[in-house]
């Protein structure tokens, strides 16, 4: 079995559990756009783990999104489904506030090497993320941002991705 087939699967997976009920960006239905993220962080040729991740970038809900597929609850399921590593991505991108690493990216000259600060936006707990986790959930928020439309925001989306590099 290939990737793609895998990638196939998990859309599958995606719609039967609603992902084709919800409206996002521009009318278009959310499963296109979770299947539009991947398609972009592939191009950029970023590891396995993410661009999996990236297909379920918003399993949980999100501070942005919240229309979740699976509720916390479902971690095992999801783990199960996509990997440990990838659900770790997915479960820190859907409890990080967006809105503070927006804030970030444009203050934010590069990742400090002591780490990335972050806030749950669940839970209100700060704590810092290491320089390599930090750098794939603003790739992933980067993708994110410029799936639903590549001229949404180009400063936030080319700011989080300096930030990452």
Known sequence: KDHRQDQAELVR????????????SHGRPFARHLAGVPALIAHWRQPP???????FHSAYSTEMFPWGLHPFRNRSTVRALI??????IVFLYCTV??????????????????GLPITNCQTGERRVLPPKEAAK?????S???MEQDPFFDMY??????????
Not at 49 to 55: R, V
Not at 83 to 88: C, L, N
Not at 137 to 141: E, P
Not at 156 to 165: D, F, I, P, T, W
Request: hydrophobic share 50%; proline share 5%.
């Open 143 to 145: 993708a994110d941002i």
């Open 156 to 165: 936030l989306a080319a700011s989080l991705l300096r930030l990452a590099a």
């Open 137 to 141: 959930v603003l790739v992933l928020l």
């Open 49 to 55: 783990e993410l661009i999996t991740a990236s297909l």
């Open 83 to 88: 990997g440990t590593r990838a659900e770790q």
């Open 13 to 24: 997976h995606l719609v039967q559990r609603g992902a084709h009920r919800f409206p996002h």
């Open 97 to 114: 506030s967006q809105i503070k690493l927006y804030h970030s990216a444009r203050t934010l000259a590069s990742i400090p090497p002591s």
